[in-house]
């Protein structure tokens, strides 16, 4: 069993940086394949940005690439999700999610564990 816990949200104006931290117990974050999806208001959860088990490999949604970054902190058991250059398109519920498989997937269904979401709100 993973648990996952985020933080970092909250409201900020349109172009300003936010860091977003998810915080692994039960297994290393090295251990598991990690990504972080969204859900906008009235919209479907889609994919943001995956970051593969040993932190080398990254993809990114083409909505925030160049934008956004991923990464992992073994020492402190922690994901990040470093957001550049917001948008209000950029609004939404954040959710870090974790697998212990090898592959590189940006399906949901792929995902077995899910942390409770941290709300992210940009003004324009």
């Not at 915080?23 to 999806?37: E, I, K, N, P, Y």
């Not at 080398?56 to 470093?82: E, P």
Request: net charge positive.
């Amino acid at each position: 069993q993973v648990q996952l816990v985020e933080s970092g949200g909250g409201l900020v104006q349109a172009g300003d940086s936010l860091r977003l931290s998810c915080a692994a117990s039960g297994r290393t974050v090295g251990s598991c394949t990690m990504a972080w999806f969204r859900q906008a208001p009235g919209k479907e959860r889609e994919y943001v940005a995956l970051i593969s088990r040993n932190g080398v490999i990254t993809l990114y949604a083409d909505s925030v690439k160049g934008r956004f970054t991923i990464f992992k902190d073994n020492s402190r058991n922690m994901m990040y999700l470093k957001m550049n250059s917001l948008k209000p398109e950029d609004t939404a519920v954040y959710y870090c999610a974790a697998h212990t498989q090898i592959r590189l997937t940006t399906q949901q269904t792929d995902y077995d564990y899910w942390g409770q979401g941290t709300q992210v709100t940009v003004s324009s």
